[in-house]
C-alpha cells in the first residue's frame, strides 16, 4: 500500500464511527490535514513518503476511535465514542417494546369494547414504565464494553488494512464457488438429495415434495440460475485478482439486486414445488434471503465514506 492509500483506510476507520451526516465533511477535511502533515514529514526527512512512514505518523495521531470522538459532541454517556450508539440502539429498543406492547393492550377494546383512555393508562404503567430497564441493561453494557477497552485495547496498535481487501480471504471464495457450483447442480432437480441419502428408494411423496411446477420451470427458474451462475465467474475474477475492484463491486450489487427482483417475482407469482409444505417453506425462506440481502447492502451504504466527490467509497 501506498502512504495516501494508508491515509485512506486511516480516514474511513475514523469516519465511519462518525454520523452520517458529519462523516464525508469529517473526512475530506481530515484527509486534508494528514496529506499536508505527512508531506511535512517527508520534507524534514528529505526523502518520499512511503509506507511506514505513514504508519508511524497515524500511529502517533492517535487510535481512530479516539479521532472521532474529537469531532462528536461531547456526551457523558460511557464513553464520548459509545454515546451515540448507546442513544440510537435505546431508541430503537424502546421503540419496539412501546409498539408490541401498545399492539397487546388494543386486543382488549377490540374484543371487549373501546375505551381509548383505560388502554392508554394500562399501556403506561403495564409497558412504558417497566420498559425502563432496557436502557439500564444497555448502560451495565457499555460501561462492560468501555472497561474492557480501557483495560486491554488501550494500547492496542491500529494497523491499515486496504479498502479492497477480500472479505474473508480467497478461501472464503473458493469455498463459495464451490458452494454455488453444487447448490446449482442440486437446484436443477432437488429430488437428487434424496437420491443422494437414500439411493433412489425415498417414499414417492418425497419426490414430489421436491419437484417444480411446470410454470416454475418454464418461468422464473431459468432467470434464478443463470443469475446465481454468473456469481460464479464473478468471484473467481476476485480471486484472481486478490482484491474487489469498484467495477466489480458494483457488478456484486447489480447481481444482488437482480437476484433478489428474481427471488420476489417468484415468490409472487405462483407455486414453485408441487407440495404445498415445500412450495410455502420455500417461499418463506426466499423471502428471508431478499429481506437479509437488502438490508446488508443498505447497511453497507449507510457505513460508506466518500471523502470528496469522486472518490470511491468505502464499505
Excluded at 488501550?154 to 471464495?173: F, H, N, S, V, Y
Excluded at 408441487?274 to 449507510?302: G, P
Aim: with cysteine; aromatic share 10%.
Amino acid at each position: 500500500m501506498t502512504a495516501n492509500e494508508i491515509i485512506d483506510c486511516y480516514v474511513a476507520d475514523v469516519a465511519v464511527q462518525l454520523p452520517r451526516k458529519l462523516r464525508n465533511d469529517v473526512a475530506f477535511e481530515l484527509r486534508a490535514l494528514l496529506q499536508e502533515q505527512m508531506q511535512d514529514r517527508a520534507d524534514a526527512l528529505g526523502r518520499a513518503a512511503d509506507a511506514p512512514m505513514a504508519t508511524d505518523m497515524l500511529r502517533a495521531f492517535g487510535n481512530p476511535r479516539d479521532v472521532a470522538a474529537r469531532y462528536l459532541p461531547a456526551l457523558t454517556i460511557i464513553e464520548p465514542a459509545d454515546g451515540h450508539k448507546f442513544l440510537r440502539v435505546t431508541a430503537i429498543g424502546l421503540a419496539a417494546i412501546w409498539v408490541l406492547g401498545l399492539l397487546k393492550h388494543l386486543q382488549q377494546p377490540i374484543q371487549s369494547g373501546w375505551d381509548l383512555l383505560s388502554v392508554m393508562g394500562q399501556w403506561w404503567v403495564g409497558t412504558v414504565i417497566p420498559s425502563l430497564w432496557w436502557p439500564g441493561l444497555l448502560l451495565v453494557m457499555f460501561g462492560i464494553g468501555a472497561w474492557t477497552r480501557r483495560r486491554w485495547l488501550q494500547d492496542a496498535e491500529w494497523k491499515p488494512l486496504a479498502t479492497d481487501r477480500l472479505r474473508g480471504g480467497r478461501a472464503a471464495l473458493v469455498m463459495g464457488v464451490i458452494g454455488m457450483v453444487c447448490g446449482l447442480y442440486v437446484l436443477t432437480e432437488p429430488s437428487r438429495v434424496l437420491d443422494i441419502f437414500w439411493g433412489g428408494k425415498a417414499a414417492p411423496a418425497a419426490y414430489q415434495a421436491l419437484t417444480y411446477t411446470e410454470a416454475f420451470l418454464q418461468r422464473q427458474a431459468p432467470w434464478l440460475f443463470a443469475l446465481i451462475a454468473l456469481n460464479i465467474p464473478l468471484y473467481i475474477s476476485v480471486i484472481i485478482k486478490g482484491r474487489w475492484t469498484g467495477q466489480l463491486q458494483t457488478l456484486e450489487k447489480s447481481l444482488a439486486l437482480a437476484n433478489c427482483a428474481a427471488m420476489a417475482w417468484a415468490v409472487a407469482d405462483g407455486p414453485i414445488f408441487l407440495a404445498t409444505s415445500s412450495d410455502q417453506t420455500t417461499k418463506v425462506l426466499m423471502t428471508l434471503i431478499i429481506a437479509s440481502t437488502l438490508v446488508y447492502m443498505l447497511v453497507r451504504k449507510l457505513r460508506s465514506v466518500r471523502p470528496a466527490p469522486g472518490q470511491q467509497s468505502y464499505s
